[in-house]
């Protein structure tokens, strides 16, 4: 069961992700901002 639930939420999580940019360019930011708030959380 919580298998499913996690591939569920990736999946969920993914498909959020490449429907919100819609180009590769928009896609950089979006990795880039994810590993500055990955960054700020660490310090």
Sequence with gaps: MMRWMAAAVTAWVLGFLLAGCNTVQGMGKDIEKGGEAIQ????
């Design 40 to 43: 700020k959380s660490v310090k």
